[in-house]
């Protein structure tokens, strides 16, 4: 699902906005031949390269992505270990949009990948995940932090103490967690509610038609007696 909706996006950009891109996808090393099956099976039309190899292939792969390259691509597809490694390489381009999957693994701003990711030039940034983090708020600002550094800054005014560390909390106008979390004003549940949607089942209940319920008894066999 996660990985169909990001490739309807590239679509989307690519034929009702003419923007090709070039835009970095990061994934975990497992699912790099799936992305490429599925890039090629629902948008054939955007030329994706598969960045990952030794260091010979990974020097081609370099040369095929070449401004001169032709067709020029739109997209380049490789794993975290790859960008690190690779670093330097990666922030020789502008993206348009740097896309990590399986985002959780940068959840600790201060991990290998979470650094080198935030030194890539793009424009937009998208992060991927389906692992819950509403549990810890550090690794959900780490999150945050690193898709708008301008408003989750690490030198904002608001500090909280979470798991025995301080935590910036730039939009609470000087309050911490605890007392958003308790009073919060109108216009922090405003800010709060443009970056942090959920959806409750009781907001949806009466849109969905009530189930069914069927008893079927049945006897107890044998060895239940």
Known sequence: ??????????????????????????????TLGNWMNEIKRFCPAIHAVRFHGNAEQREATKAALSPASKPPFDAVVTSYEMVIKEKAFFR??????????EAHRIK??????????????????????GTPL?????????????????????????????????????????????CVAGQPSP???????LHLLRNWAGAHVHERPRRPRLIVPTPRIAAER
């Not at 020789?92 to 999957?101: A, F």
């Not at 690193?146 to 909280?160: H, I, K, M, Q, R």
């Open 1 to 30: 699902g996660k990985t169909l909706q990001t490739i309807s996006l590239l679509a989307y950009l690519r034929e009702f906005r003419k923007i090709r891109g070039p835009h970095l996808i990061i994934v975990p090393k497992s």
């Open 92 to 101: 020789r381009y502008h993206w348009r949009y740097v896309i990590i999957d």
């Open 108 to 129: 600790n701003e201060n991990s290998v990948l979470s650094r080198v990711v935030r030194l890539m030039k793009t424009d937009y940034r998208l992060l991927i995940t």
């Open 134 to 178: 509403q549990n810890n708020l550090h690794e959900l600002w780490a999150l945050l932090n690193f898709l708008l550094p301008e408003v989750f800054s690490s030198g904002a005014c608001g500090t909280c103490c979470v798991d025995g560390r301080k935590m910036p909390i730039p939009w609470a106008g000087g309050l911490c967690w605890c």
């Open 187 to 193: 216009i922090h549940l405003a800010i709060a509610s």
